[in-house]
């Protein structure tokens, strides 16, 4: 497996934005799926957008899309998640994902997980 280490996270005001990175140890992550979740206070678990291991296949959630961007850098093994015109609704902890199998990934199966990152947008 693939140890994951969120940075990145903090308080921002609505508007605002952030850059998660998500830096991988143990294994190189140029094979492996990647995603990132969110789990705000009381709430299940939520996809928020993963990639493809060669990056050229993206997908999001509807409430980011056109807002978030995730992006990975294999050489760094690190992945990004830039967001953008954020909302105070994108206040939760968010955390990385890694699994060789992209569909694993996606049903949030997969078999790495980070420990999380908090973010909060005021209001």
């Known amino acids: 497996q693939v140890q994951l280490v969120e940075s990145g996270g903090g308080l921002v005001q609505a508007g605002g934005s952030l850059r998660l990175s998500c830096a991988a140890s143990?294994?190189?992550?140029?094979?492996?799926?990647m995603g990132w979740f969110r789990q705000a206070p009381g709430e299940e678990r939520e996809f928020v957008a993963a990639?493809?291991?060669?990056?050229?296949?993206?997908i999001y959630a509807n409430s980011v899309k056109g807002r978030f961007t995730i992006s990975r850098d294999n050489a760094k093994n690190t992945v990004y998640l830039q967001m953008s015109s954020l909302k105070p609704e994108d206040t939760a902890v968010y955390v990385c994902?890694?699994?060789?199998?992209?569909?694993?990934?996606?049903?949030?199966?997969?078999?790495?997980w980070g420990q999380g990152t908090q973010v909060t947008v005021s209001s």
């Open positions: 994902a890694a699994d060789l199998n992209w569909l694993n990934l996606l049903s949030a199966s997969a078999g790495s």
């Open positions: 990639i493809r291991w060669s990056g050229g296949s993206t």
């Open positions: 143990g294994r190189s992550i140029s094979s492996y799926a």
